[in-house]
């Protein structure tokens, strides 16, 4: 038992950086208080003890904000970040290293006795608010984005995201996209969400105008150097040049002299 709270406790440290020292975290954090009162509580239910089972989980809930029914499985390094909110039902099985921030729900959709809940498979990562509903699998790797509902299974590697939830698969490497990539490493993070593999809509439409914009610059100028060497003289005076200082204004001095030394306006 000893061995599997230390094991715990050596585990937030790679999920939490707020984490400081083993009494803080022993002390100050109630998902794993309601994880260890979970371990009691299943034992008890298992051995056929329902209602003292359910009488302690009934005390975690009160003392933890955090629902886990005794008869739910939990893996090993299971953690829950902040925690209140969280509800895992009764049919409910996690894997190892599965983390899940607060507001979480694995729940049921119906009333037919057995496996009604979800399965988690190990390293999983469910984000805040995500409910997770019925009798599916969440496969090895999967991630969760926040206040999604998920109803059917996701491959192992998927993330998924929206309501209903919808997985969320990398983009092909076309030549504009990879384009688009070259700016984002350039600033060193992607500070207009023009990531290919970017979910949001708003952000991919932005992408597809930069994209486009990129292949008329190109065309242009291909068109200026075939009209050039045919004796035109057209296109002799050069685009603006862009300057990071234009987009810099709320980065620190030393981000502005990193940004500055990788820059290149010929991208």
């Known amino acids: 038992m000893f061995e599997r709270i230390k094991e715990d406790i050596e585990s937030v440290f790679h999920r939490d950086p707020a984490a400081r020292n083993r009494f803080e975290i022993m002390t100050n954090y109630p998902g794993l208080h309601a994880i260890w009162i979970h371990r009691l509580s299943h ?16 005390f975690s809930r009160w003392a933890t904000g955090v629902e886990i029914h ?8 299971f953690f829950i970040d902040h925690g209140m909110g969280v509800v895992i039902g ?10 899940l921030y607060h507001g979480v729900t694995l729940g049921g959709t ?4 057995g496996k009604r809940h979800p399965t988690l498979k190990d390293n999983v990562v469910i984000g805040a608010g995500a409910k997770i509903l019925g009798p599916i699998t969440m496969h090895q790797g999967v991630k969760v984005g926040s206040n999604s509902v998920v109803v059917k299974d996701a491959p192992a590697g998927a993330t998924v995201v929206g309501i209903p939830g919808r997985i969320v698969m990398p983009v092909a490497k076309t030549e504009e996209n990879g384009h688009r990539a070259k700016i984002a490493r350039r600033y060193g993070f992607d500070a207009y969400a023009i990531s290919s593999e970017n979910p949001d809509p708003v952000a991919n439409a932005i992408g597809l105008m930069l994209d486009h914009v990129h292949l008329i610059d190109t065309k242009v100028e291909e068109m200026c150097k075939e009209i050039n060497n045919m004796g035109g ?9 862009l300057e990071i200082d234009s987009f810099d204004e709320h980065l620190t001095t030393a981000e502005k002299e990193s940004a500055k030394a990788s820059f290149d306006p010929q991208i």
């Open 233 to 241: 003289s057209v296109c002799g005076k050069s685009l603006p040049t």
């Open 43 to 58: 034992r008890l239910w298992n051995a056929n003890w329902k209602w003292l089972a359910r009488s302690l989980s009934t």
């Open 90 to 99: 009764e049919t409910a099985e996690i894997g190892d290293n599965v983390t």
């Open 70 to 77: 005794p008869g739910a499985k939990l893996g090993r390094r």
């Open 110 to 113: 119906s009333w037919t006795p």
